[in-house]
């Protein structure tokens, strides 16, 4: 009764910024920023919402397109997007809220230069690429629980961004079929700290590996 919706934009038919997955959920908040250049204004940007599926092609849940000629200039506007797929016209998809701000190129040029020295602003808006890490199985771990069994979990981190699995309760061999979407910044390698915890209720949760 859920979906895993991320949502891809493209211009000219080209993909210039894809959301993060968020898992099971029909009312995502995402608070992603994306700052995109924009060659000609006449043309719509493109919104489509996808359903990720482990394994299988990932469902199209809806699509809008957003008139850029109708924003005005240096001027931050809501923008309420009413989803349709062609297939169904009188289906109701649901709506994606927008924050947009449009600036001139000259303008852009600067704001991007000044993001450049910025680390801060660095961090949360200029990203250039997404790592997708699917977390399949854990085998043969260690004991942690006077029945011979753990309760695994694990953590990812890459730079400030973390993520927990589920926990498996009372196995050696755990299987998550999770999937972690991890943005990689300029300023930073792609070194990605993983962890295995054993939950352990009332105490500290025991180090695995």
């Known amino acids: 009764g859920t979906s895993d919706p991320y949502v891809k934009f ?3 038919g080209k993909e210039v910024f894809r959301s993060k997955t968020i898992h099971k959920n029909l009312n995502p908040v995402w608070e992603e920023k994306a700052c995109i250049l924009i060659d000609n204004p006449r043309e719509p940007l493109y919104i489509k919402v996808f359903d990720y599926d482990f ?3 990932d469902d199209f849940i809806g699509s809008a397109f957003l008139d850029l000629t109708s924003l005005e ?10 989803l ?26 600067d ?7 910025s680390d801060l602003h660095r961090k949360s ?29 694990v953590k990812f981190r890459l730079g400030h961004q973390k993520y927990k699995s589920k926990i498996v309760p009372k196995t050696l061999n755990p299987q998550w079929r999770e999937q972690f979407d991890f943005h990689l910044y300029e300023e930073r390698g792609g070194i990605i700290d993983i962890t295995v915890w054993d939950k352990d209720a009332g105490k500290k949760d025991d180090f695995i590996g």
């Open 84 to 109: 349709k797929d062609t297939h169904y016209p009188d289906h109701d998809l649901g709506s994606i809220l927008l924050s947009v701000l449009l600036a001139p190129r000259e303008e852009q040029r």
């Open 111 to 117: 704001v991007t230069q000044s993001l450049r020295l």
């Open 125 to 153: 808006q200029l990203w250039r690429g997404i790592v997708s890490v699917t977390l399949i199985e854990g085998r043969e771990l260690k004991a942690m629980d006077a029945n011979g069994l753990s309760d695994p979990y």
């Open 55 to 57: 394994g299988l092609q």
């Open 73 to 82: 200039l240096n001027r931050q506007t809501d923008v309420t997007l009413s």
């Open 10 to 12: 493209k211009l000219g």
